[in-house]
Every structure is written in C-alpha cells, then in structure tokens.
C-alpha cells in the first residue's frame, strides 16, 4: 500500500487505525472550541442530552467570544453569560472574552494550535489553521456538544488534492490574490469535501499571515481543510508560543494523491472577488472605477499586523485621508495585533486618515457589528464572503487584498495601490 | 432505513449557490430556540421572502448545487427542520450543511439533475432508502445516491445523540 | 436691572433690550445640532411642506449614535441623512466615526461664546460650558427650525450655584454634579437655565466645565452654563474663524435661587439603580460585583478621563469577570489617547477599546448586559433598560471610581488607588 497524506497522517495517528481516503473513523479530539455564536446553542444541547454531567476534559474545550464583541443585544449577552456559566460550573479555564479577538488567532497566539492536531469550533473558517498544519474544521453544535461529551468525532477521511504553485508575483499581488486566484480556477465539483496539500516556490515564501489568508479561504473553495506544512520559523514561533517544541506533520513520499494541480502564477495581478461569489473573480484593473462607499480591512482572512500596515503604507503614500464620504472600518483580529499596530503608528494613520477602528473581533464580517450596509451601498472588503445580502440587504460586495482595499478607501472608487 | 424516510408532498426549487446568510441569516445568530429560528427560513433567498408563511408540513426543498454553502450554523437545518420541510434534496450539498443535516437525524439526499426534473408545486415522492424521486405531477423518475456507511447508520437512529447512545453505550 | 446670563443672552439674541423669566422670545439659533435622528426630523421637514433648509448654514449634523451602522435599518437610517445633508447643502456634517456630537460641536468651532444653540438631543446643555445658551428641543421643533431657521423659546429662571473650598484628592466634576442632583433631585432644576460659578468652577478645566453642564439635563435644566474666561479662550483657539461676542451675567442680576456648594468634605459619589438622582457617596455602596465597567460618552469622554482611568490602570490587570469599555467622544480624543499611551495602557489591562461614538450608553450597540447583570458607568443615565437590558443595573460615577472598580471587580473608592 502506499503512503499516506497529511490528512491521512494525522486521522491514523488520532484513531489508532491505518485511515485511507474514503474510510470513516471516530478521532480523538486535540481541542472543541465555541464562540459566542454557536456556544450558547452546544451547552443547551449538552445540557439537555447530558445535564451535569462532567465534560471529557476540560482542557481540551476552549471558548472565544467575537461575535458581537462587546454584545449589541440582550440575547447575545445572554449567550456570552451562558457560555461562561458553563465555563465555571465545569471548570474550563480557556475562556477569552469580548476584549481577545477572533477565535482562531487568539487561540494561535495562545500556543493551543499544534500542527497535526484535531480541533473543531463552531465556524467554518476554524480551517485556517490549516496554515499552521493543524487539522481544525467547522462544525455544527450537535458535532461539538457531542464532542464535549465524548472527545470523539466521526469524520470521512478525506482524499487528498496536490496544489503547487510555480512563479514569482511582486507588490501590490500578495497571498490574498493568490487565494482569489485559487478560488477562480478550481472546480469546487472536485475539491468539495477534499484535503488540499498547498507547495511550491510561492507558498514556501508566504509568511504566516498570508498562509492564514490562504488557508481561510478553502472554505470557500468547499475544501474540507488546506495544508501549508510549516517552516522553520513557524515551527519555532510556535513552539515559543506552546512552550514545547514542535515537528510538523508532513506527508510520506509515495503517498497516493486523488488528483495533482498545478499552478503557473507568474506576474500574477492584483484581483478582485466581484458581487456575489468569492470565486466571481477579476483583475482589479477590469473593475476599476466602480464607485464604494465603504471599505472594511479586517477579518480572519486579512486582520493581522502585517495586513494592516500594508494599507497603512498604502495609505500614506497616497496622501493619507480617505475620500470624501468614504466610511473605512478597520478591525485588527486580536489584541495583540492591536497592540502592535498601536506601537506601529498604524492607529494614527488610520485615524487621521477619517477610519474608524474599531475593537478586535469578526467585526463586520458576522453582521454582529460595525459598519452594516444600506441598500445599493457598494463594500470592498479583506474578508471571505460576499454573497448576496450577507452584510446588508440590497448592499454588494467585492473582496480584495489590503493594498487594494487602500487604495479604493483613498479614492473612493475601486483601485490599485500607487 | 425504513418507510420513515419515504416522503411524499409539494416541491419548493430554488438556484444553486444558496449559502447558509441566505438560508437563516447572521444576525439571527443570537437566537436558541428552534422555534423562533424557523420564523426566519430562506429570508435572503430572492423570491423566498413569504416562504415561512406558505410552507406546509410535508413540503420538500428541492435545490441547485452547492446548497448550504458557508458557515457551519446548524441553525440553517434547524430552521428548516422546524418548518416541517419533510427533505431536501440537492444537486449537491455543501460539506458542512451535509454533515450536520446528518446529525440532526435530517433527511437529505443529493441528486445530480433534480433542478431540471422538478418545478415548484409539482408533487414528489423521494425514496431516500434507494434514491428514487418520482415526479407525480410531470410522470418524471430520476435516482441518487442515498446515503450509505457511518452516515447512513447516524440518519437512521435519528442523529448523532441518538446514535451514540444505542451504538456506543461506552461512551456515556 | 440686571440681567442673567439667559436673559441677556436671549434678549440680545431677540434684538431686545431686557427680558425676563416666563416671556416668549423668537431667535434665530446660531446652531442646530441633530444626530442619528436627522432622518427622522427631515421627513418631519417634508410634511411641513418645505423644500430647502432656511439657513443650511447653521445646521450642525453628526452620526454617532450607532456607529459604524450596526444593522440594516441604521444603514438605511444613515444613507438617508446623507441624501438630506447632499440635497440641501449643508457643509457641516459630520460622518461616522468623528465622535460624539456634543463633544464634535465644540471641536470643530460650532459651540462659541455667546450663542444660541439648539439641538435634538436632551444633553445639548453640553455646550454651554463654553459661554454659550444651549438647549435640547424635540424632532418637530428641529424640523421647524430647519424649515424657518428661527425659533420661539421661553426664557427660563435662572439658578446660580456657586462652587467653593478645596476639592479633595479623589473627587472629580462627576462627583460634584452627582452631589448637586441628589440633592435637587431630577426634577430640581426643571426648566431653568443654571449657572455654575465660584472659585472650584473658575479651577476647572474646559472638560470638567462639559461634564457639569452635560449632566445639568439630568436635573431637569433647560440649559447649563459657565462664564467663559481664558480657559475657553484658549480651547477655543484655531477652531474658528468666526468672531465671537460673550456674554456674562451681571453682578446685580436676580437669580431664582443661588446656592453654594462647599466641597471641601465630599467624597466620591455614585448614582444607585434606576435614577440619577438615587446619589449617595462610594463607601456605601463598595463591594457591589461589577460585570462591566464603562469609561467615556459625552460626559466623561474626554482626554482628561481617560488619563486618570490609565493612572489607575497602568501597570494592572481588569478584574477576570469584569469587562471595561473604552468610548472616545471623538476621534481628536483618540489620536491624543493614542499619542499618549494611554490606548496601549488600557488596552493592556484588558481593556476594549471602542471606535468613538455613543456605544453602549443607550443600549442600542454595544456593551449590552445581560438579566442580572451590573455596569458601572461615566454615563449620565441610569434608567432601567437604558443600556438595553431591563433586567440589569447601571451605577453612574466618575472615570476614577469606574476604574478602580474595573481592576477589583467591585465598586470601589478610587482613593484606594489615588
């Protein structure tokens, strides 16, 4: 028989059974996550399928609030006030509040993400860890209250899809257009439910924020997770962070894999994910010129330091104010990137520049906060998703890389970085 | 699995690429109990607006591909499982709705071409032990595959609960 | 005879030589403030029948109650008023993310000595610790003042309160003016215009002066004021280039009723559930558990809050189950925070830090509780269900109590820190 993949690598090791494409078996849990959307909905069903009784191991739950950070309405405190109810009565010590971030970088920072780990959490884009080399999906409450109970999970192994790239690509294309690229020429009919295996000149180089970018967006591509294996550096950032050093998980050399892509992205060009798909994609020079009338840089995809300083950058070189009536909403996805930009000087600029920033979280993103849309506004954003009416009734929206998001914010209309 | 999962009733068709904002939208999020969740089906769906109002208990959802695409919310099951829509059945589901439909004990079933079998209002009866859809209004028959394994086993016993119960008493 | 400061300011502005309490005036208002309401009032000002604004000029528009829109009707809500300020030429609009209204009036040069303001909102008094009379008119009233650009007020009695003696360490403005509504009580100074004087007030900087006439709304005052002097010379400078003329009281004017205020032995005061004037001093509430905690608002928004909140917190970590809201009134607030280190100082002990605008104050975005539930606050209302919550209770104090009893997560005397 022939190798295995990353996937069927980490579902052997946290079964105990030789697991190959197509087989189904019950892994071990590293972490079960909640936010405070789904949180609230998993302790209810574990209350009402288990009452008291004791989770597997409070160590291995975790719960990060980012929803609606702070809460905008009474249920959703409520939800918040559940959930660390819960944290209490069963003694889960890794509550991070409304004042941590998104979830999944929180808990990254936290050194709680190892690569070759099983997690799960109650959101589809758990998945960008993926960029680190862990094995962390969305699920839905039944799947994590069941997780809490037992520290198992069913899964269908996954096959597995070789993706390498080939080619350089320079400022202003970033990981972000590499991911719309993606997005743009695969066929979701095949990497529905797959494992993809991401390598290649241009991946080795991303750093680890563009990895997360890279990795966030195979949710959208339907991909069930997306390997980036870790380098060196990552390795050892992560072992800072965990206390402990770390391998990464990488696969055998005659591991037999479903299909094997290739990519040529030489010169690749700034992109631009048009209303109403992520994969409804086009060279931002095609769309230019289309008046916006809000620009949000943030979210899991594009919320970390090294996002914010290159539309910070951006920014400045193009005269540092936002064009007039443009409403620009800047979310750092943690504290830590927060309190980095602030020693940056990236508030400033942003502030000056008539943005608003606002506190860490999923912000916009979730409709939970910051910066909804009115019928017929026009949105480009750093995030993920822009199907119809997701951030506003009637509203329509592009997704982009910073420098292009910017860019658009000091014109006002769609552009490209000068 | 058994007569439960042979359904007979009205056919509701909507586009492929109806992602889970669309089907129970995120500012509902906040709410627990499935009853109100139901209230806000298919809202963001174009068409669908009135869909909580005209829906009757035994009416299946017939959709495109890629149904329930997005977030993991188990809400956009809940929502419709509380509106008595009986099964969907897709050209193809998103992974995530998939899964959790499956252990919420929901009947679905993915049938490549059923968008070009079906129009809404025709009556349908959907076998999901064989995979079988006949289309009484148009005298129409198309196939899927049901679902089979793991998957199969958890539908049956009426979801993932249920199922670790009289599967894997050990457990408790 | 003499005059008061309403009365000549009313009289000068009616182009009358002398009035007094109880005679109706007609003024054209220097200033019209309006917020998030604006759209509201402008479909008020198209049933009247009216096309164009009377005096565009004197319209002052800020968003700030909900901001960045947190839903689909506070989108619509904003694009609409940006439709209104567009068809009607106003130049002094102010859109989301510029601060709080009442602090934005007087940053950008609308709140001079001497004026005449009205505004769509109960805490217009605001700006009279600029010198000038301000006071707060319902939707339909706007409308009307922006249909004829005039209106008609009743000049109201006056009350002089004389503040003296040393202000003890510990003890700020919130605490002096919580002192003065308890003892009036919410209805004490019902429709009269009051006038803080006296050497404590003469000490006071600009801010202090705000908080004082802010929360002079809370005792039923139509308008709130202190003389201006070289103190609001001088905040005033480059922020207009309007000349000004001030107004003051004189010596001999007759006064409903003066009283002093000797401060010498006040301690720091709290506003108990579920009213304003529900004053007592901290020591008889310490110990009460803290959910959240919240610095900022129209009242004590301001940089010098902020200071004394990051004297305390600097160095010290939040109470584990109490969540603290950083509100900016404005982004001028902010960039001086930020320049400061006060921004990385909160943010460091667990702190959120908001996007200036009105927040959780009035329970529509924000910092929502949950049943049950307690926020202490530098708000200046504390009805039941104000923060969005019924079933909650919000204790109003100064930015030091509020800080000292984040890091406790108790209500605490802030001397303990000072």
């Avoid at chain 3, 510029?98 to 940053?107: D, K, N, S, T, Y």
């Avoid at chain 3, 667990?350 to 929502?368: F, M, Q, Y």
């Amino acid at each position: 028989m022939s190798g295995k993949t990353i996937i069927e690598k980490i579902l052997s090791d946290h079964s105990g059974e030789d697991a190959r494409a197509g087989d189904r078996v019950w892994a071990e849990l590293d972490l079960a996550v909640v936010r405070d959307f789904g949180g609230p909905n998993v302790v209810l069903e574990y209350e009402e399928q288990l009452g008291d009784k004791p989770v597997w191991d409070p160590q291995r739950i975790a719960m990060t609030f980012d929803y609606q950070a702070p809460a905008k309405v009474v249920q959703v405190a409520n939800n918040q006030r559940i959930c660390r109810q819960f944290a209490v009565k069963h003694g889960v010590p890794h509550v991070f509040d409304v004042n941590a971030g998104v979830g999944q970088h929180v808990l990254l920072e936290h050194g709680m993400v190892l690569p070759g780990s099983v997690i799960i959490g109650t959101d589809s884009h758990m998945n960008l860890l993926g960029a680190v080399g862990s094995f962390s999906t969305g699920m839905g409450t039944t799947d994590v209250a069941a997780g809490w109970a037992t520290g198992r999970l069913w899964y269908r192994v996954p096959e597995t899809i070789k993706i390498t790239f080939k080619g350089g690509y320079s400022y202003p294309t970033s990981a972000k257009d590499v991911t719309l690229f993606l997005l743009s020429r695969i066929d979701m009919g095949k990497t529905i439910y797959r494992s993809l295996e991401f390598y290649g000149q241009p991946i080795d180089s991303l750093s680890l924020a563009g990895r997360l970018t890279l990795a966030s967006m195979v949710t959208e591509m339907e991909g069930k997770i997306g390997f980036i294996t870790p380098d060196d550096d990552i390795l050892a950032w992560i072992g800072g962070r965990a206390g402990r050093t770390v391998e990464a998980v990488v696969p055998d050399k005659d591991a037999y894999y479903w299909e094997e892509w290739e990519f040529d992205i030489d010169g690749l060009e700034p992109l631009i994910a048009c209303p109403d798909r992520p994969d409804n994609v086009k060279p931002v020079v095609e769309v230019a010129g289309v008046h916006v009338d809000e620009v949000f840089i943030g979210s899991c995809t594009n919320g970390r330091l090294e996002d914010l300083k290159v539309a910070a950058e951006v920014l400045e070189r193009m005269g540092g104010r936002v064009a007039p009536g443009m409403r620009l909403v800047v979310t750092p996805a943690t504290t830590e990137v927060a309190m980095e930009a602030v020693a940056a000087g990236l508030y400033e600029t942003f502030i000056t520049a008539g943005a608003m920033v606002t506190n860490q979280g999923c912000s916009l993103c979730t409709i939970g906060h910051h910066g909804v849309l009115a019928e017929g506004d026009v949105l480009v954003s750093t995030g993920n998703r822009n199907f119809k009416g997701k951030l506003g009734k009637g509203s329509l929206a592009y997704l982009t890389s910073p420098a292009v998001a910017a860019a658009t914010a000091v014109k006002g209309e769609i552009s490209l970085p000068e | 699995m058994s007569k439960e999962f042979v359904f007979r009733g009205r056919a509701w068709v909507v586009e492929d690429d109806i992602d889970t904002d669309m089907i129970y939208h995120g500012s509902y999020l906040p709410l627990t109990d499935p009853k109100e969740m139901a209230k806000h089906a298919l809202e963001y769906v174009p068409g669908m607006e009135d869909f909580t109002e005209k829906v009757q208990a035994g009416d299946i959802l017939v959709t495109g591909k890629n149904f329930g695409c997005g977030s993991s919310r188990e809400h956009a099951v809940i929502t419709l499982q509380y509106n008595d829509v009986a099964a969907i059945v897709a050209e193809s589901f998103s992974r995530i709705f998939y899964r959790n439909a499956v252990n919420l004990g929901y009947p679905i079933l993915e049938v490549p071409g059923i968008t070009s079998e079906v129009e809404t209002g025709d009556e349908l009866e959907v076998d999901a032990n064989t995979g079988l859809i006949r289309n009484l209004t148009k005298g129409t028959e198309v196939r899927g595959a049901p679902l089979s394994g793991l998957e199969k086993e958890i539908m049956t016993a009426g979801g993932l609960f249920s199922y670790l119960r009289k599967e894997l008493p050990a457990e408790e | 005879m003499g005059q008061t400061f309403a009365e000549k300011a009313l009289a000068r502005k009616a182009g009358l030589e002398q009035v007094e309490p109880g005679q109706i005036v007609t003024v054209q208002p220097d200033k019209l403030l309006t917020h998030d309401n604006t759209a509201a009032i402008a479909k008020i000002f198209r049933e009247i029948g009216v096309e164009r604004v009377a005096r565009p000029g004197i319209n002052v528009i800020v968003l700030d109650h909900v901001v960045p829109a947190a839903t689909e009707g506070h989108a619509t809500n904003h694009q609409q008023t940006r439709r209104f300020v567009a068809e009607q030429g106003i130049t002094n609009f102010y859109d989301v993310g510029v601060g709080i209204c009442h602090q934005v009036l007087p940053e950008k040069g609308h709140a001079l000595p001497g004026y005449v303001i009205v505004g769509s909102d109960s805490h217009t008094p605001t700006a009279g610790a600029f010198g000038a009379f301000a006071a707060g008119i319902g939707r339909t009233e706007a409308a009307a003042v922006m249909a004829t650009g005039e209106i008609w007020l009743m000049v109201p009695h006056s009350f002089r309160i004389v503040v003296k003696g040393a202000v003890p360490g510990g003890v700020y403005a919130k605490d002096i003016i919580l002192n003065i509504i308890g003892d009036l009580e919410a209805d004490g100074a019902d429709y009269r215009s009051v006038e803080f004087a006296g050497p404590v007030i003469e000490e006071m900087s600009v801010a202090s002066r705000m908080v004082l006439c802010n929360m002079a709304a809370e005792m039923g005052a139509k308008a709130g004021m202190v003389e201006p002097d070289d103190k609001t010379r001088a905040w005033l400078k480059g922020r207009t280039d309007v000349g000004y003329e001030e107004v003051f009281a004189d010596a001999d004017a007759s006064y409903e009723r003066v009283m002093e205020y000797d401060v010498s032995d006040l301690s720091p005061q709290v506003a108990r559930p579920h009213t304003v004037d529900n004053v007592v001093p901290v020591t008889q509430v310490t110990g009460t558990r803290v959910d959240q905690a919240f610095i900022g608002t129209c009242t004590n928004g301001r940089l010098e809050d902020f200071e004394v909140a990051a004297g305390i917190l600097r160095g010290r970590k939040v109470a584990p189950h109490t969540r603290l809201l950083i509100l900016p009134a404005s982004r001028e607030v902010l960039l001086v925070a930020l320049a400061e280190g006060i921004v990385t100082d909160l943010v460091s002990a667990g702190a959120v830090v908001l996007n200036p605008g009105c927040g959780p104050c009035l329970g529509a975005h924000e910092g929502v509780m949950a049943p049950g539930e307690v926020t202490v606050s530098t708000a200046n209302r504390n009805f039941k269900g104000r923060m969005g919550c019924k079933d909650s209770e919000i204790y109003l104090a100064s930015p030091a109590t509020v800080a000292a009893s984040a890091l406790t997560g108790e209500i605490t005397d802030p001397r303990e820190f000072l």
